[in-house]
C-alpha cells in the first residue's frame, strides 16, 4: 500500500502559469520535504515542514512555495514555472529530526513539463 | 557541512557478477548514511542504512554496505548481478545527525548501474 503519495504523477504547464503539486502520507510523520530532481542529477532539498514549522533551504528561489494544511497533506505551488523548472519533484516523508530521522520515505514523484 | 561523493557515474557489468558502487562521505560528525534506489520515472527506495550500529548493514534484494571509517566509505555491493537491478542508485548523508537542526538528506550525483547479459 502507497504510504507517500503524490498526484499527479504527471504535469505539464504552461510557462509562468502557476501550478500545485501534492503529496499525502498515511505515515502520520511529523516532517514532510520536497525534493527537485532535474534530469540525471541528484535530488535536491527545496524545503521541508516539521509539524507546522517551515524551513526553506537557502537557495531555494522565491518562485517556490508550500503549504502544510495538516499532518497529511503538503503542496509545492510554483508561482511563474519556467523551462528551468522542469524537473521531477519528490515529496519524502520522516519521522522526526535528528536520531529519530534514520528513514525517509519517498513518494513515485511528480515529472513537471512547462511548455 | 556534510557531503557525499560518488565514483563513477556509470557502472557496467555482466549478469551474476560482482556489483560494487563506491561512496565516500564526508562529515564532521559521525554520519548517518544510505543507499537508495531509483527505477526510471519512479521515487526513490531504501536499500539500506547505517546508523552507527554495525558497521555491515545488510539491505533488500541482496545488497549490502560497509561503514569504513577510516576510508570514510560506505560502499555499496551485491555477490551477483541480476537484470532487475539496472536502475540508478544514490548514496545520501543525513544532516539531521549534525545537532545544528538541520534536515534532510543530502545525495551524490548518482551511479547508473547497467546489467550486460
Known amino acids: 500500500d502507497a504510504m507517500v503519495i503524490q498526484n499527479p504523477r504527471y504535469q505539464v504547464t504552461q510557462f509562468g502559469k502557476p501550478v500545485t503539486l501534492s503529496c499525502s502520507q498515511t505515515?502520520?510523520?511529523?516532517?514532510m520535504y520536497w525534493y527537485q530532481q532535474k534530469s540525471s542529477q541528484a535530488p535536491k532539498l527545496l524545503f521541508h515542514?516539521?509539524?507546522?514549522?517551515?524551513?526553506n533551504e537557502a537557495d531555494t528561489p522565491d518562485n517556490f512555495q508550500s503549504r502544510r494544511p495538516n499532518t497529511s497533506f503538503c503542496f509545492l505551488d510554483i508561482r511563474s514555472p519556467g523551462l528551468g523548472d522542469a524537473a521531477m519533484y519528490l515529496c519524502?516523508?520522516?519521522?522526526?529530526?535528528?536520531?529519530?530521522?534514520?528513514?525517509?520515505?519517498f513518494g513515485q514523484g511528480t515529472r513537471l513539463t512547462v511548455v | 557541512a556534510q557531503s557525499v561523493t560518488q565514483l563513477g557515474s556509470h557502472v557496467s557489468v555482466s549478469e551474476g557478477a560482482l556489483v560494487l558502487l563506491r561512496c565516500n562521505y564526508s562529515?564532521?560528525?559521525?554520519?548517518?548514511l544510505f543507499w537508495y534506489v531509483q527505477y526510471p520515472n519512479q521515487g526513490l527506495q531504501l536499500l539500506l542504512k547505517?546508523?552507527?550500529?554495525?558497521?555491515l548493514v545488510k539491505g533488500i534484494n541482496g545488497f549490502e554496505a560497509e561503514f569504513k571509517k577510516s576510508e570514510t566509505s560506505f560502499h555499496l555491493t551485491k555477490p551477483s548481478a541480476h537484470m532487475s537491478d539496472a536502475a540508478e542508485y544514490f548514496c545520501?548523508?543525513?544532516?539531521?545527525?549534525?545537532?545544528?537542526?538541520?534536515?534532510?538528506?543530502?545525495f551524490g550525483k548518482g551511479t547508473h548501474l547497467i546489467i550486460q547479459p
Open positions: 547505517y546508523t552507527s550500529a554495525a558497521t
Open positions: 505515515l502520520n510523520h511529523n516532517v
Open positions: 519524502a516523508t520522516s519521522r522526526g529530526r535528528g536520531l529519530m530521522n534514520t528513514e525517509a520515505f
Open positions: 562529515s564532521s560528525v559521525p554520519p548517518y
Open positions: 515542514y516539521y509539524d507546522k514549522d517551515f524551513n
Open positions: 545520501a548523508v543525513s544532516a539531521a545527525y549534525s545537532g545544528g537542526g538541520a534536515d534532510g538528506l543530502t
